[in-house]
């Protein structure tokens, strides 16, 4: 449920895309494992599987998190380059 490709000028690094919905990243989520998705993406599926999408880990109780570098990284995409 991330952002359409087509919204940036230049091409999207593949760290910035959500491996389930393959657009970039919107509220990444971390897994436990360390995988980042879309939260739109991983939610439901972390309720209903409790398992990551890529089937490396299995939680009892998902301990997500934003992954600030993946934030950071996100907002200076969107904001362009700093002039000076």
């Not at 490709?5 to 690094?13: C, G, N, Q, S, T």
């Not at 897994?31 to 089937?55: D, E, K, N």
């Not at 934030?71 to 000076?84: M, R």
Request: hydrophobic share 35%.
């Amino acid at each position: 449920m991330g952002f359409d490709l087509d919204r940036f000028a230049d091409p999207v690094d593949p760290d910035l895309k959500c491996q389930l919905c393959s657009k970039v990243l919107e509220e990444p989520l971390c897994t436990p494992c360390g995988h980042v998705f879309c939260a739109g993406c991983l939610l439901p599926w972390a309720v209903q599987q409790r398992l990551c999408p890529l089937r490396c880990d299995r939680w009892e109780c998902p301990p997500l998190c934003t992954p600030l570098t993946v934030a950071l990284l996100l907002c200076s995409c969107l904001e362009g380059p700093e002039t000076v």
